[in-house]
């Protein structure tokens, strides 16, 4: 049963377009993290805006599993780099008959210029996400001399047409979750800060176009030969998540996920770049630290994530990061 979210859905959008048209007073850095309670939603946005970028973090907790947008002509032309950090929804768009898909831990790059269509989301779990909106001249300026992937999808932005950087998503690698969290975590201020947040934006781009031009590259040679494994691989994944604090062994993962252990472990590196415990190291580290962040006991993260001990996980942290995880909290 899906939701017209009609004047709540105004609201929504109001948000987003007032925020950025923000960018033309030219300030520095603006930057606003609020919670709004809608009809078909709990959300919290986190909104940065330079001179040159819209940014986004949301995190959002929908009350029904279908809405209806309405037609969004009002909106700064901008190219979104979109993270789908949890969760899962889809979106169909009236305007070009067109299904984009936005699973957790995928990214994409998409201009989309126009919305009317309707979407649909987990209701079970948070859906997270993370956007950085390029204006359009100012993509296409750095698309110019780019690789043929991203120039491709330049030829179609500079034409009009509404495009993606390809049908199928991909994996959001360490190097991007890196990049995202150092936007977020940003302590610098005024110029330094607006300087920071545009060379991470940047480099999150560069990222992304290696990652598709990889891709292309590879295809046909990975040892995942349908959309079967590759299905089975993420829900690898999501398992390995969901257990942080007992991880299987990588037998007992493979008949959790109906995958041979050969094709677990070369298609698990395939996919994220790392082993299936090397994955899970850094996923603990990293969640780790946004706990610490938060204000979460040491040891009560070092126990929350499986941690043998306050010293292992003290060394682990050390090693990573380079300061011990009391040091993050200061």
């Avoid at 901008?78 to 995928?106: A, C, D, H, P």
Wanted: aromatic letters at 14%; hydrophobic letters at 35%.
């Amino acid at each position: 049963m899906g939701i017209n979210v009609s004047k709540d859905y105004e609201a929504w959008k109001t948000v987003g377009r007032t925020f950025k048209q923000s960018t033309d007073q030219r300030q520095f850095v603006k930057e606003s993290r609020d919670k709004y309670n809608f009809s078909f939603s709990d959300a919290e946005l986190l909104q940065i805006t330079t001179p040159d970028l819209y940014i986004v973090y949301g995190d959002i907790l929908f009350k029904q599993r279908q809405l209806y947008f309405q037609p969004t002509n009002d909106v700064p032309d901008m190219v979104k780099l979109r993270f789908t950090l949890s969760g899962n929804g889809t979106i169909f768009n009236e305007v070009n008959k067109q299904q984009y898909i936005f699973n957790s831990n995928q990214q994409n790059i998409i201009y989309m210029p126009g919305l009317d269509g309707k979407g649909e989301y987990d209701t079970d779990c948070n859906y997270r996400f993370f956007e950085v909106h390029f204006a359009k001249e100012r993509f296409l300026q750095l698309a110019e001399n780019s690789n043929r992937t991203l120039q491709i999808l330049a030829d179609h932005l500079d034409a009009g047409r509404y495009a993606q950087m390809a049908e199928q998503n991909l994996p959001i690698t360490w190097a991007m979750q890196d990049c995202i969290q150092a936007i977020l975590n940003c302590t610098y201020t005024e110029g330094l800060k607006s300087l920071f947040i545009e060379s991470k934006c940047t480099e999150l781009l560069v990222l992304q176009a290696e990652a598709f031009e990889k891709a292309v590259t590879k295809s046909g040679n990975s040892p995942l030969q349908s959309a079967h494994d590759k299905d089975c691989i993420y829900y690898a994944r999501d398992y390995l998540i969901q257990h942080i604090d007992q991880p299987p062994s990588i037998t007992e993962l493979a008949k959790v996920c109906g995958i041979n252990e050969f094709k677990l472990k070369q298609g698990f590196k395939g996919l994220f770049e790392k082993s299936i415990f090397g994955y899970l190291s850094h996923y603990k580290l990293n969640y780790a630290k946004e706990l610490l962040l938060e204000g979460a006991n040491i040891k009560s993260v070092a126990f929350q994530l499986g941690y043998s001990s306050v010293q292992h996980f003290s060394n682990a942290f050390r090693k990573k990061f380079g300061v011990s995880p009391g040091k993050v909290k200061i």
